[in-house]
């Protein structure tokens, strides 16, 4: 499957930064080469943006349900009604893409796998859907309210493989006191869900991939339940929480309702591996490859 790398964005501003160690020495991003690194992306991002602005077509939606993002940034920008400069509305539909892409994608990716070394769970996950939509021919969002297994599925990809494992950084407002630690001002501090959504205080064998459990719990993707944090918590918790989730939902009922699934050369699933590759967004190590085979809805 392939997703999109934001030209290395992701990889190169998350994971372990030796400036983290070091806070006081400006220049350690120029001696690790990381500076030149972001400038670059950056200079070629800044590119793509301006083109995608000076490209966009002016005012065209009839309606304001039928406008884009960009077309409201623009109209807001035009109207004068804000004070929003064109570097605003690039860093907002910056914003958009990088927080939309890899996420979205990772998660469908890692549902898939899940799917694949759990055959009773994509067993029963396309007879939910292929129950319910009997043999419709398109499927749109919609159709997708009441498949709750399918709902469960994403959930519990989401506390396996949340694409970014140690959310965004923080940084401390005031010097406090925790676990015994001081934690002086400014501190960078990093909040590692990957452990959270792990930790068997809160879940029972965690390391296994139950969509069940979440049948009966209450645990929502909103941030208020501390112990389930696939979209953060507070006020910087990912703005698009429900969009993320239908990113994942749509493309994988597709998936699972028109194909059957395995690993080539009849190889059982549990031999695929997960292996995981750090960074900001976590990722597959290896290509996930399989084999599809259309379902035939005449013969059932
Ligand atoms: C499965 C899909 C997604 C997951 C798991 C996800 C997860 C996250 C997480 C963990 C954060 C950091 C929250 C924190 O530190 O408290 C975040 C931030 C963000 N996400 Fe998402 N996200 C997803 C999809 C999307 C989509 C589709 C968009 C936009 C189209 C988006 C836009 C953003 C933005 C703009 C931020 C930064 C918010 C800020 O800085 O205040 N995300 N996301």
Redesign the pocket.
Known sequence: MAYTTNFGTISVSGGFDVADVFPSKKIIHTLTGKRPKLESIHKRLDKILSDVITEHPGQHANTSDQESLLDVLLRLQASGEFKLSTKNVKAVTL??F???TD??SA?LEWAISELIKNPRVLKKAQAELRDALKGKERIVESDLHDLDYLKLIVRET?RMH???PL??PRECREACKIGGYDIPLKTKLL?N?WAINRDPAYWKDPDSFIPERFSDNPTNVL?TEFEY?????????????V???A??EVPLAHMLYYFDWELPNNKPGDELDMDEVFGASVQRKNELYLVMKPYNFGKN
């Open positions: 914003d958009m990088g927080g939309g996420t979205s998660t989401l949340l694409p970014l959310l965004f909040v869900g941030g944090l696939p979209f953060g918590a507070g006020r910087r918790m990912c703005p698009a929480a969009l993320g989730i990113n994942v």
